[in-house]
């Protein structure tokens, strides 16, 4: 542990300095994130419709899926934001149209709207859908036309669907009343070959006939209904919109709201961060003063020949004693005050090799 305290105090102002950069600036923009963000914000009322008015065919083997209205209602909605038509028409029906327009990234632009839309669930019968920007009139008008979009979506949707399904039955209506014109001939055609008293088999035989007309006749009936009633159901829908009512509706925001979260985030961002980098320079001075090593440990080094000349040697006062320069002099030269070949304090200067030969010569 002492490395790494060492290394603090050595680099302190550097630790200080990190952590004040990072620090404040994630703080200044945790702030501002705070107070240039708004959020508009609708709450939808959600009730399931009647099974009368429900436009589905009886005969139809799928299961229902157990889920509440809120739950159903909010899943369509964030389904719906993940396409890119819907997303579309959502922002080309504000203020932001044009801007879309000219982006040279479209698909960036969506995503970036797509992001800031919520939606979430309230309880089983109430959703809320919010946009949080930093322009609050632009968050007004993205949540409104989402429900606009949605509210247009479902009901081309309805009508779509009605219209397939009144084509079944109207097909099926047209085989069902085939059936009963030929149940009405074959019972007209045994009434009028049989004027006469009928026996029991004969008797049988035209009961037959009128059972199968009269099912016959039923069945047109039944689907004439289903006709009427797969038309009628849906229009009564749009007209009491039942199934999804905004309670309270978007409107644009004077107060910023809605940036608490994002601030807090930034803010612990910063703050890990600039941890994290304060920690990661302490720990690398320790490394390194580990693996450099410090003046105390050039006393065991082998004693070598002179390597260089010191301006400054042992016993001289100032800021040099507190570097590497005496602990050097030290060991380059002896007790004696002059440099030696190995032996400290035997006052003989060692020359090189080479010198030696030529003053010998």
Known sequence: MQPYLTSARRYRWWVAAILAVVWITGLVAAYVEYRTTYESRATVWVLRASPELAASNPTDPSVPLVQTGASQQADLLNQLLQTRSFTE????????????????????????????????????????????GHDPRVAFELARSALDVRADRVGQARIEATAALTALYRREFQLAQAHALE????????????????????????????????????????LQARMDRSVLAPALLDISGMEFQVVDPPREETQPSGGTRPALVLAAVAVISGAALAALL??????????????????????????????????????????????????????GGSPHNGRPGDGKRARPKAVQDRRGR
Do not use: C, W, Y
């Not at 959502?90 to 839309?117: M, Y």
């Not at 009405?184 to 006939?209: I, K, M, V």
């Not at 003063?289 to 004693?303: E, I, R, V, W």
């Open 89 to 132: 028409d959502v922002v080309g029906r504000t203020s932001l149209g044009p801007a879309l327009q000219g982006a040279s990234d479209r698909s960036a632009f969506l995503e970036n709207v797509r992001k800031r839309f919520q939606v979430k669930t309230i309880g089983p019968n109430m959703l809320s859908l919010s946009f949080t």
């Open 183 to 222: 149940a009405q001939r074959q019972l007209d055609q045994f009434t009028n070959a049989n004027n006469g008293p009928l026996s029991e088999l004969d008797q049988r035989q035209r009961d037959q006939l009128r059972l199968v007309l009269d099912l016959a006749q039923a069945r047109v009936s039944d």
């Open 282 to 335: 302490v720990l690398v001075g320790a490394l390194l003063a580990d693996h450099l090593g410090g003046p105390a440990d050039l006393g065991s080094l082998n004693p070598a020949r002179l390597l260089a000349t010191m301006r400054r040697g042992p016993g001289q006062t100032g800021p040099a004693e507190r570097g590497l320069r005496p602990p050097l002099a030290t060991v380059a030269v002896g007790n």
